[in-house]
C-alpha cells in the first residue's frame, strides 16, 4: 500500500462525482430545506394573485443550485487564486451599475440582463470574502500599514455600494471586514480602536443618510411617530410576528400578508409571514435550521490549515449570520428595517445566486479539509 497522497493532491486530482460524495450532507440538507420551507412561504405570500413569485424562485433554485455544483468543480482554490481580479471585476460591476443601472424605489442597485437583473452588492459578498482571505493572509494586520490596505480593499467596495444608496449591504460589509480581520490575527488595540472610532463617527453619519434612512431609524426608536408612513411596515410586521402565537394560524391563513396590510411579504418580511402561519415553534425550527447551518459552515472552516481558507469562511459565514439576525429582529422591530434578505428563503434571483456560489465554496474547503484515500 502507498503512502497517503497530501491533502492538495488529493483535491486536485478528484473528479466532480468524487467531490460530491464528499460533501458536507448536513449542510447540504439544511440548506435544501431551508429553501424549500422558502419557496413554500413565498407561495403563501402571494397567494390569491402572486403565486408566480414561487414559481420563480423555483427556477431560480435551479440556477443557483448549477452555481453551487459548479463552485465545488472549480473550486476554492482557484477562486483564491483569482480573489484580486475577482474583486477588480466587482468593483467595475459596480461602477456600471452607479452609471446606467436600474433604479427603483429610490436606489439604483441592479444591472439588466434582460430576463435576470443582477445585484451585484450580493456577488460582492463573495469576492470581499475571497480577497480578504487572500490578502489579510498575505500581508498579516499585524501593523497599522497592512491593517489599513485590507480596510482599504473593503472601502472601495463598500464606498460604491453605499452610493447606490445600500446602506443595507455596506452595515454587512463592515461586519464581515470586522470578523475577517480578527480571524486573521489583527491585534485587540486595533479592534478596539476601530470600533471605538465606529462609534464616534455615528453622529458624523447621520448627515451623509438620505431621508428615508433617517425616518427608518426614527420610527426604530418610536414606530408610532409615523404610524401611516415610515412606521407602517414595522406595526405591521410587529402585529403579524405577534398574531401567530404559539403555533400559528396555519398555512395560508396568515391575515397580514393575505389582506396585503403586510408590505414586501416575499423579501424583506418573509419571516413575519412565517412566524404569523407557523407561530413560536415554527420560527424557533427555522432559526435552529440557519443555526445548524452556520455550525456546519463553521466546521468547514474549523477543519481547513489554510489561513485563507479560514478567513473566508469564516467572513462568509459572518455575512449568512448576520441577514438572518437583521432580518429577524428587523421583523419584531429591534432594529431599524433594512432591505436585506433572509437567506435561502426570501424571494431574489440575485441573492439565491450568490448564496449558491457561497455554499459551494464552503463546500469545497470541507472536500479539501477532508483526510485523502490511501491508493
Known amino acids: 500500500m502507498n503512502a497517503p497522497v497530501s491533502t492538495r493532491s488529493f483535491t486536485e486530482h478528484l473528479t466532480l462525482r468524487e467531490r460530491l460524495r464528499l460533501l458536507d450532507k448536513g449542510a447540504l440538507a439544511a440548506a435544501v430545506i431551508l429553501f424549500v420551507t422558502g419557496v413554500v412561504a413565498i407561495y403563501s405570500a402571494g397567494y390569491g394573485g402572486r403565486e408566480l413569485f414561487a414559481y420563480k424562485q423555483i427556477l431560480w433554485g435551479g440556477v443557483a443550485a448549477c452555481a453551487y455544483v459548479g463552485t465545488i468543480w472549480i473550486g476554492h482554490e482557484r477562486v483564491l487564486r483569482y480573489a484580486y481580479p475577482l474583486f477588480w471585476f466587482v468593483l467595475l460591476l459596480l461602477l456600471v451599475v452607479l452609471l446606467v443601472g436600474i433604479e427603483a424605489k429610490g436606489a439604483q442597485r441592479w444591472i439588466s440582463f434582460g430576463f435576470f437583473r443582477l445585484q451585484p ?110 412606521g407602517y411596515n414595522v406595526i405591521q410586521s410587529r402585529i403579524a410576528v405577534g398574531a401567530g402565537g404559539l403555533f400559528g394560524k396555519g398555512y395560508l391563513q396568515g391575515s397580514q400578508s393575505k389582506l396585503r396590510f403586510l408590505p414586501e411579504p416575499h423579501t424583506d418580511f418573509i419571516f413575519s409571514v412565517f412566524a404569523e402561519e407557523m407561530g413560536f415553534v415554527g420560527a424557533v425550527i427555522l432559526l ?61 434571483g440575485s441573492s439565491l445566486l450568490g448564496q449558491g456560489i457561497t455554499l459551494g465554496l464552503v463546500q469545497s474547503v470541507f472536500i479539501h479539509s477532508t483526510r485523502p484515500y490511501e491508493e
Open 121 to 230: 452588492s450580493d456577488v460582492g459578498k463573495i469576492a470581499l470574502s475571497a480577497v480578504l482571505g487572500k490578502h489579510l493572509c498575505r500581508y498579516p494586520p499585524k501593523n497599522l500599514k497592512n491593517l489599513c490596505s485590507g480596510m482599504a480593499l473593503a472601502g472601495l467596495l463598500g464606498g460604491l455600494v453605499f452610493l447606490q444608496p445600500d446602506l443595507g449591504s455596506v452595515v454587512v460589509y463592515v461586519f464581515m471586514t470586522f470578523v475577517a480581520l480578527f480571524l486573521a490575527g489583527t491585534p485587540g488595540k486595533y479592534l478596539g480602536a476601530l470600533i471605538g472610532g465606529g462609534m464616534a463617527l455615528l453622529p458624523l453619519g447621520w448627515a451623509f443618510l438620505k431621508e428615508y434612512q433617517k425616518n427608518r431609524i426614527l420610527v426604530f426608536l418610536d414606530p408610532y411617530v409615523d404610524p401611516l408612513g415610515a
Open 288 to 348: 435552529a435550521l440557519f443555526g445548524f447551518l452556520l455550525w456546519r459552515i463553521a466546521v468547514a472552516g474549523a477543519r481547513s490549515k489554510d489561513l485563507r481558507c479560514k478567513v473566508m469562511v469564516g467572513t462568509l459565514a459572518a455575512g449568512i449570520w448576520f441577514h438572518v439576525f437583521q432580518c429577524v429582529a428587523m421583523s419584531m422591530g429591534l432594529v431599524p428595517v433594512k432591505g436585506i434578505p433572509l437567506p435561502l428563503f426570501s424571494y431574489g
